[in-house]
């Protein structure tokens, strides 16, 4: 996939709206019942960015990022501030946050991933694009050497040096940034002084990875 490991400027996406998108396929029986389905095992972020710049100067920097993605060609990276890490905005990550799996004393490849309300049951969406520093690993609750396993930045694996033990809980804290793309091939600017302006608000979408 044509993508870009480079992240939006964090200044250029303040004031940015957006959330999750999900697709529900619904058919009405004629007996009024309802068949519900959905082809997304998991949801889709959109976003809006770029509608609260007045700097000239900061939407000359959208307009370069933009150009430089070329377009909705390339996809990058995006901090959704509202959903960045394992565990709630303002809490401090810790290596109890998410269940990566278990151990069977021959898997050495964990995929990160963060679920959405309680239970085992709860789908966990899959995040492949965590933030280098950030990552914090634990099996059976005990925090793991950095040593002794390798983190994938542009994946969201994590492959251990040593298989963990059979029945070893193996669990994680990160924070992550969402892969996304523009969503527009177009980006319109219009000039209200000399050193300020207004831009049009630019869409993004999160692309698979």
């Known amino acids: 996939m044509a993508f870009h490991e480079v992240r939006l400027p964090a200044r250029l996406a303040f004031g940015s709206t957006g959330g999750v998108e999900r697709r529900t396929e619904i058919v009405t029986l004629g007996s009024g019942f309802e068949r519900r389905s959905t082809p997304w095992a998991q949801g889709r972020r959109r976003y809006l960015i770029g509608a609260n710049l007045r700097s000239l100067d900061d939407m000359a920097a959208l307009t370069a990022f933009f150009e430089a993605r070329q377009g909705r060609l390339y996809g990058f990276r995006f901090r959704d501030f509202a959903d960045f ?44 694009k965590p933030v280098e520093g950030t990552l ?9 050497d950095p040593a002794t396993f390798e983190a994938e930045l542009t994946t969201g694996v994590v ?51």
């Open 85 to 128: 890490k394992s565990c709630a905005p303002s809490e401090a990550i810790t290596p109890l946050d998410q269940s990566l799996g278990v151990g069977d004393g021959v898997r050495t490849r964990f995929e990160l991933g963060k679920r959405y309300g309680a239970g085992e049951a709860t789908p966990a969406r899959r995040i492949h």
């Open 159 to 209: 492959t251990f040096t040593t298989p963990p033990a059979v029945g070893a809980v193996v669990t994680g804290g990160f924070e992550f940034d969402v892969p996304v793309r523009f969503d527009a091939d177009r980006i319109d600017v219009t000039l209200e002084s000399f050193a300020a302006g207004r831009m049009a608000a630019v869409p993004l979408i999160e692309v698979r990875v």
């Open 136 to 144: 914090k690993i634990a099996v059976d609750g005990v925090q793991a």
